[in-house]
């Protein structure tokens, strides 16, 4: 698994996180009612990723099997209270609105997925790369599903960006829909249940046409609770 | 002498077939939509109307998107059940829009994306239904009062309320009984000071319990013609009414009573023709009782501890979900096997 372009498919499309492993879903459920709250989770979680991919690849030959469930999860706290924190001073506002759903980014088992059954196996480069296109892959689930929900519960696109952008992202906000009355059910948990089950039947369908077979899930997938 | 007529088996006598089902359905909905437009005017047929329309025209193009014969599918009446039970559980008077996001979500979303009559998992009038009152619960709580305590608009007026945007007088609404009883319990009121109010009427509200009457008249005539089975909805009354009279007999000023529950809001409706529909419900006979029992019960949670006014939608829609599992539990024991 060191063909670069494979690891790239398989993080962005084939085997998304979001649309096909179906790991992350809480995080990936809970905060994309906008673009910008989707975003910024999935920058905070594509930086989880290749920090806890780098650092479990570089431990991995002195790791004890029997003991790497642990070590993996100190990694990714690490990565994750580092972020945290970053987000703490950097961004304050992001921070409240994305709230308890960044220390949950430990939760995420795709993280843990992929120390799992990626960096653990492969040299560091490779696992960095990997950790980047999961990330990626997962952020662009979590914005399109942003876009839908924002778009169709509230008539806008990039709505606050100023918390993820600071002064640049004053002017971003878009009305695309004028005196829009707002569709509540977009915006509350339904919308994402929703939203989800609508954007993987559509990636179905494209893979459908393509005439390419569906990946199953891993088995390395299953187990790790639906966090 | 008698004559006896001879044939091969099956002896059984063949169930009649979709089409009449729904027209039978149809036909038992006809009392309730009747004494509905007698009580709230125009905007009954009208809904039925504007629904009915989206409702054939939402079908017939997802049927040609997914390349199945349009005429047929059509002809069997699912569709027409499907938006008539949608529009009578709307207010009468919501605007043209709101009935067409209901429409596509029942038609579009929850019958053809599972794959059409008789695979989707879920009611697909309620489903419909339930995305409206979640996004718009303001328009949701919007009734017009029933014909005893003001005349209905006439046809002009209910035209331009629900194709024009125009808002319905206030002197022509009026708080449901089940709004006016959470309101009311909310200001510290009782149910005695309340019952005193024009909107509540004899039992479960002015106009309102006629037009429930009328539901379960074509209610019952589908349980004898059995279109329905009985379970469910006796399952449905039972579910809701246990638990009532138990509220009630403890404290009669903050629970009403069981035949108010019965009688107002959806659950007629619900009981008799929304949790019956075949392709949702659960199908063994111990499995029907207690689907309808769930539905009711969650009835009764939403209407007495719930954010929402009524909770026929949400009860069926749950028990959607459970009736895989009630039908796995409840299978009849075939003679001669083993406990």
């Not at chain 1, 099997?65 to 209270?81: D, H, N, S, W």
């Not at chain 1, 001073?89 to 939760?107: E, K």
């Not at chain 1, 399109?144 to 952008?165: C, K, N, P, Y």
């Not at chain 2, 029907?288 to 029992?293: D, K, P």
Request: proline share 8%; hydrophobic share 55%.
């Amino acid at each position: 698994m060191s063909d670069w372009r494979a690891i790239a498919a398989d993080g962005l499309w084939r085997n998304n996180p979001g649309l096909v492993q179906l790991l992350g879903l809480c995080p990936l459920l809970a905060v994309t009612s906008t673009v910008v709250n989707g975003l910024g989770l999935g920058l905070a979680t594509t930086a989880t990723l290749v920090i806890s991919g780098v650092t479990v690849s570089a431990v991995r030959h002195i790791v004890r099997p029997e003991i790497r469930i642990p070590v993996f999860v100190l990694v990714i706290a690490c990565a994750v209270t580092t972020i945290e924190l970053l987000m703490q001073a950097w961004a304050y506002d992001l921070y409240r609105v994305l709230g308890i759903f960044v220390p949950l980014i430990v939760t995420n088992c795709g993280i843990m997925g992929r120390a799992e059954a990626f960096a653990s196996r492969n040299p560091v480069p490779a696992a960095a790369f990997d950790g980047l296109a999961m990330g990626l892959g997962f952020t662009a689930v979590l914005v399109v599903l942003g876009a839908l929900r924002e778009l169709s519960g509230q008539g806008t696109l990039f709505d606050h960006a100023e918390l993820l952008l600071g002064p640049l992202g004053e002017g971003l906000r878009v009305q695309v829909i004028e005196h829009y009355r707002g569709f509540l059910v977009s915006v509350l948990p339904p919308g994402a249940f929703l939203g989800l089950g609508l954007l993987i039947a559509l990636k179905n369908v494209i893979d459908a046409r393509r005439g390419a077979r569906p990946v199953a899930v891993p088995a390395h997938a299953h187990g790790h609770g639906a966090a | 002498m008698r004559e006896f007529p001879v044939a091969t088996s099956p002896h059984l006598p063949p169930r009649a077939s979709v089409p009449a089902l729904m027209y039978r359905v149809l036909a038992a909905l006809a009392p309730g939509a009747a004494l509905a437009t007698w009580q709230f005017g125009w905007g009954v047929p009208l809904q039925l109307a504007l629904a009915c329309l989206l409702a054939v025209a939402a079908e017939a193009a997802m049927l040609a998107l997914r390349r199945r014969p349009v005429g047929r599918a059509l002809a069997d009446g699912s569709v027409l059940v499907t938006a008539a039970l949608l529009a009578l559980a709307l207010p009468p008077y919501a605007p043209w829009w709101l009935t067409a996001v209901a429409v596509l979500a029942a038609v579009v979303l929850a019958k053809h994306l599972y794959g059409g009559l008789g695979y989707n998992p879920f009611n697909p009038a309620m489903v419909g239904y339930v995305v409206v009152l979640v996004a718009f619960p303001r328009e949701l709580g919007h009734w017009p009062a029933p014909a005893a305590l003001a005349a209905g608009p006439d046809l002009a007026t209910a035209l331009s309320v629900v194709f024009g945007g125009s808002p319905l007088p206030d002197a022509l609404t009026a708080a449901t009984p089940l709004d006016h009883v959470r309101t009311g319990l909310s200001m510290n009121r009782t149910l005695a000071e309340l019952r005193a109010d024009p909107v509540m009427g004899r039992i479960a509200g002015t106009g309102w319990e006629w037009v429930a009457l009328g539901y379960l008249a074509g209610g019952l005539w589908l349980v004898w013609k059995r279109v329905a089975d009985w379970r469910i909805p006796l399952g449905f009354a039972a579910g809701l009414a246990l638990p009532a009279l138990l509220a009630w007999g403890v404290d009669p000023d903050a629970y009403p009573s069981p035949l108010f529950h019965l009688l107002s809001g959806g659950a007629m409706l619900g009981a008799f023709f929304i949790a019956t529909d075949p392709v949702t419900a659960s199908t063994t006979p111990r499995g029907r009782l207690l689907f309808g029992a769930g539905a009711g019960l969650v009835t009764f949670l939403v209407r007495g501890f719930g954010g929402y006014p009524d909770g026929v939608a949400f009860g069926v829609l749950l028990m959607n979900m459970a009736a895989p599992t009630l039908d796995q539990l409840t299978r009849p024991r075939v003679f001669g096997e083993r406990r």
